[in-house]
Nanobody, 124 residues
Framework: QVQLVESGGGSVQTGGSLRLSCRAS????????MAWFRQAQGKEREGVAC????????VITESVKGRFTISQDNAENTVYLEMNSLKPEDTAIYYC?????????????????WGQGTQVTVSS
């Protein structure tokens, strides 16, 4: 089992920045991927960014490219989502997810473990 704990959400104004953290504990595979998803009220959960912890390869969804960055600290089993130039449409609950390596890392149905979520609110 893997446990994921997110932190770092909050409220900011348009153009502001936040950094989310997700710390993993438990049985961490050597070939693992961790991802960030978000779900806005009334909308489906969507993949935002993922990272393959073995090699560091990242995948970023188009709507946040150039604004969001995913990174990792392997020693701490922690993944970060740096969010800059935030917009009101970024408002959502952000979830950390994880699973063994493989394709389609931003598909919510391909995730084995989920965190509890952290709220991000961007006001205009």
């Amino acid at each position: 089992q893997v446990q994921l704990v997110e932190s770092g959400g909050g409220s900011v104004q348009t153009g502001g920045s936040l950094r989310l953290s997700c710390r993993a504990s438990g049985y961490i595979y050597s070939n693992f991927r961790m991802a960030w998803f978000r779900q806005a009220q009334g909308k489906e959960r969507e993949g935002v960014a993922c990272i393959y912890t073995g090699g560091g390869r990242t995948v970023i969804t188009e709507s946040v490219k150039g604004r969001f960055t995913i990174s990792q600290d392997n020693a701490e089993n922690t993944v970060y989502l740096e969010m800059n130039s935030l917009k009101p449409e970024d408002t959502a609950i952000y979830y950390c997810a994880a699973g063994p390596g493989g394709l389609d890392c931003l598909n919510p149905r391909r995730q084995n473990y989920w965190g509890q979520g952290t709220q991000v609110t961007v006001s205009s």
